[in-house]
């Protein structure tokens, strides 16, 4: 047997044991997925969730939950912000209301 064959054969028998070991990874996250509290995933602070996440294949559910609550945390911001602008907006026009109602008189 040549050095290339060994070395080919090395590389065989290494991408063999890798997808085994990903068919094993892949099982137990399924297993596991079927006991996850999916509320826990709203508890997690970002840094926790995204190490939790990063666990995954992005084909996997865990990994699809994960992105999902950062697409509603994204929403809550989002939402935050439009309230903020909509409440300065009033103010903003009780204040232009108030001075027309009450003109300065020097």
């Known amino acids: 047997m040549t050095n290339e064959e060994f070395e080919s054969a090395n590389q065989s028998v290494s991408r063999f ?3 085994q070991d990903r068919r094993r990874r892949l099982f137990k996250n ?3 997925f079927k006991t996850l509290d999916h509320s826990s995933l709203k508890q997690m602070d970002d840094k ?3 190490q939790w996440q ?8 865990q990994w699809r939950l ?9 929403g809550i911001s989002t939402r935050r912000i439009a309230i903020a602008a909509i409440v300065v907006s009033l103010l903003s026009l009780l ?4 001075s027309y109602i009450f003109p300065h008189k020097p």
Do not use: V
Not at 95 to 98: E, G, R, V
């Open 17 to 19: 044991q890798a997808n």
């Open 30 to 32: 399924q297993e596991d």
């Open 48 to 50: 926790a969730l995204a």
């Open 54 to 61: 990063s666990t995954f294949e992005q084909s996997e559910p």
């Open 66 to 74: 994960a992105d999902e609550e950062w697409k509603r945390r994204a």
């Open 95 to 98: 204040i232009a209301l108030a």
